[in-house]
């Protein structure tokens, strides 16, 4: 039996559910019977352990399951019969003045809100378009090269060198001794033997790259490095120490040459140039749609969150926020650090679960109200397309087919997709082409 709903806030409603009190001792005596079927003890045999012990060592726990059994479907018929869509859990307290013989508890929730969604048509959207070019190509090309290098003692006649002395230059891999000291102390980490590293990559402090270039092998150097304040060693940063490098071997890079056995390297099995930079070209045309879409899909969902109007039910947002800190908590335990004692404050995931609800509700308004739902041809065409750069399409279809959970994951991306047509449909939209390193995001690197 419930109470009249009350309303105390744009989203938070509140009602009493209650039920006989005999319900529950019932239910509870039916389920003690069943757990002595079973029940061991010593001194008895199985299934013969007297009633009160059974419920001396069962009921605790017997009672607390029927009472959550019986509040959850008596809130969930409530919840029915006043035709409410509960956002999230509720908060469910006991009632102190419940009437003789019944039990009665307070129920505080959220319901799910109205959305209401902008007019589109007077919605400005900058989408981006992108070309892949020669420049492009070539670029990869030389990346392709760098990732296939092997080096070459320097200072040996041939083509960088001439048989006489050679000095560490930017592009070298130098293997170096070196020993660190603070206030004359050697500090843990501060030592190695035989360290390799190629000068230019930035694997070592800018201090220690310039103090090996210009070493001949054989040379030692003692210099002083400061550390930064943020250096991930903490003992040491902020400190300055002495370091004392000694210059044991000096290799310089040799690029393959862009040959049909490069071509083969990466393929092409008749080592023809031509098929290699097809093949090149494909392959970044295909990663450039795919930036160009999430950009588009980027700027179609900011436009849905400046235009519809809504109350975000705050309890999705907790929820979603304790997700979104798992998730990090597994990620980085996936990379091997220990997150044991690693505290991870809401406040820091709050701002996007806030977003992520904020669309959810949007898009399921949107979808519902347009029949924008994906449909099988859809879904297969999307998995048939993420197949396309595997070895085996065959293998990739069945991997998603026989998962329901990843199945569903490509549906939700094609009605993303869906929604994204649609409102681009709809909206002005004004395209703007960028540069190709802007949108895969490499122009800081290059």
Do not use: C
Request: charged share 30%; no cysteine.
């Amino acid at each position: 039996m419930a109470t009249a709903v009350e309303t105390l806030g744009k989203l938070e409603r509140r009602m009493t559910i209650s039920f006989p009190l005999s319900d529950v001792r019932t239910e509870v005596e039916k389920r003690l019977k069943v757990q002595a079927r079973s029940a061991r003890a010593p001194g008895f045999r199985p299934g013969k352990v007297p009633m009160k012990m059974v419920a001396a060592q069962y009921g605790y726990q017997i009672e607390t399951e029927v009472l959550n059994d019986k509040v959850g479907r008596a809130f969930n018929d409530a919840a029915n019969e006043n035709n409410l869509r509960v956002a999230g859990f509720p908060k469910i307290e006991p009632k102190q003045d419940s009437a003789e013989g019944q039990l009665a508890f307070d129920a505080t929730f959220e319901v799910y809100p109205e959305v209401e969604i902008g007019d589109l048509t007077k919605v400005d959207i900058e989408t981006v378009k992108s070309t892949v070019t020669d420049a492009e190509i070539d670029k990869t090309i030389d990346i392709l090269r760098k990732q296939r290098v092997h080096f070459h003692t320097k200072g040996e006649a041939g083509e960088h060198g001439d048989g006489g002395e050679a000095i560490a230059a930017n592009g070298d891999r130098v293997t170096v001794d070196f020993v660190g000291k603070i206030d004359g102390v050697e500090f843990p980490g501060g030592k190695a033997d035989g360290y390799a590293f190629v000068l230019g990559e930035g694997r070592m402090l800018p201090e220690f790259e310039a103090a090996t270039v210009g070493l001949k092998v054989g040379e030692s150097k003692t210099f002083p490095l400061a550390f930064p304040e943020d250096y991930h060693g903490k003992d040491v940063a902020g400190k300055t120490a002495e370091f004392t490098i000694t210059l044991q071997k000096l290799e310089w890079a040799h690029l393959p040459e862009v040959d049909a056995e490069f071509a083969k390297s990466l393929g092409v099995e008749n080592g023809d140039l031509a098929k290699m930079r097809e093949d090149i070209k494909v392959n970044l045309e295909r990663e450039v749609a795919g930036r160009v879409k999430a950009r588009n899909k980027e700027a179609v969902m900011d436009a849905l969150v400046k235009t519809a109007t809504l109350d975000v039910p705050q309890a999705l947002v907790a929820q979603d926020t304790e997700r979104l800190a798992e998730m990090t908590r597994q990620d980085m335990a996936a990379r091997g650090m220990n997150v044991k004692d690693v505290p991870f404050p809401p406040e820091l995931f709050k701002d996007k679960a806030e977003r992520r609800v904020r669309l959810g509700l949007i898009l399921s308004q949107l979808v519902g109200d347009n029949n924008l739902q994906a449909t099988p041809e859809q879904v297969k065409a999307q998995v048939e397309d993420f197949a396309q750069s595997y070895e085996d399409p065959r293998e990739v279809l069945k991997y998603y087919y026989s998962d329901r959970r990843r199945l569903g994951e490509v549906e939700a991306l094609v009605l993303e997709e869906n929604v994204v047509t649609y409102v681009l449909g709809l909206a002005k939209t004004t395209a703007k082409e960028i540069p190709f390193d802007e949108l895969m995001g490499s122009a800081a690197q290059a």
